[in-house]
């Protein structure tokens, strides 16, 4: 599995559906209906994840993407005929990733991504190859966690990009494993590599905006099986928790279009979602809620709805503080300079019981 496999779909915001109860219902109703929609939640999560197994997200502007490329010096490398394809690695709607054998390279196996000959997939393909052929310039000795590009050619119109071959995602290991949580210590290590990888590309005023589990690789997903008494089942140990962060087809520079809408719904920073404008910190957003998914084993803000999603943040952060909520565009969010939220309906049962508030003292902004 290579390169975002995971699908993302049920974290675009595009088709965020979800019933909405009354506020005003009897307890027992409400207490019936909170069981349902745990139910089909719980249900169509992981189906929900797997509908597509790729996606740009909103932050993929057209307008940021056709002006990034039709600057640039438009030379593609012509086909390599001498690769052979092993396998496919995974499939969505931008194309397909398959493994390949270079045979001019001794036989090494890499991970050959397909784009579709359709514009808008070329555009952001080859907005990813101008970021990474940056990234890997400014990388040579590769010493950050960076997935590396080897080579790109268009052919016939399929703009096809080679990378180094890697194991699973941090997602699907987390799926085949139950979704039993990473011991602290490979968190730790995996942290490090990041928070390392993010700085890296913040210094070289990039912005990732679509970081989630699934955009984190194993460099190899192999492991060790072992019996768990308690559970009553095999769990598997990462041998080696090494990663690399990949997808750089929303990335952004400092100077270009910034769109209103960036990163997958739950991993979305709250001034996103108050459309207060995104710098490199809804990076760091996105990293704190990876890390938290890593440590539970779930994601921390299940949610499609964006008033929702600000209340979960405030049942596990405290009070979204005043001047941002004053200085959203989203007024339909807020009454009397607070979140409009009540707490007694059926959303509100459901983020009091889906979230739990930090131990710590938390102090937003600082």
Known sequence: ?????????????????????????????????????????????????????????????????????????????????????????????????????????????????????????????????EVLEQINSLDCDRRYACVRMYDWFDHHGHICIAFELLGLSTYDFLKENSFQPFSVNHIRHMAYQIIRAVRFLHKNKLTHTD?????????????????????????????????????????????EHHTSVVSTRHYRAPEVILDLGWSHSCDVWSVGCILIEYYLGSTLFQTHDSKEHLAMMERVLGPIPTHMLQKTRKKRYVCHDKLDWDVHSSSGRYVRKQCKPLRVSWFWGS
Do not use: Q
């Open 211 to 255: 970081l989630k589990p699934e955009n984190i690789l194993f460099i190899s997903s192999e492991y060790d099986i072992k019996y768990n008494p308690k559970m009553k089942r095999d769990e598997r140990t990462l041998k080696n928790p090494d990663v690399k962060v990949v997808d750089f087809g929303n990335a952004t520079y400092e100077h």
């Open 1 to 129: 599995h290579y390169l975002e496999t995971r699908s993302s779909n049920e974290r675009l915001e595009t088709k965020d559906k979800r019933a909405v109860f009354r506020d005003h219902e009897d307890d027992s109703l409400g207490a019936c209906k909170d069981k349902e929609r745990d139910r089909d939640r719980n249900g169509s999560r992981c189906r929900e994840r797997d509908r597509d197994w790729h996606h740009y997200s909103k932050s993929s502007g057209n307008s940021r993407r056709s002006s990034r490329h039709r600057h640039r010096h438009r030379h593609h490398r012509s086909h390599h005929h001498s690769d052979s394809i092993v396998c496919t690695l995974g499939e969505g709607a931008f194309g397909k990733v398959v493994e390949c054998i270079d045979h001019e390279k001794g036989g090494a196996r890499v991970a050959l991504k397909i784009i579709k000959n359709i514009e808008h997939y070329r555009d952001a393909a080859l907005s990813e190859v």
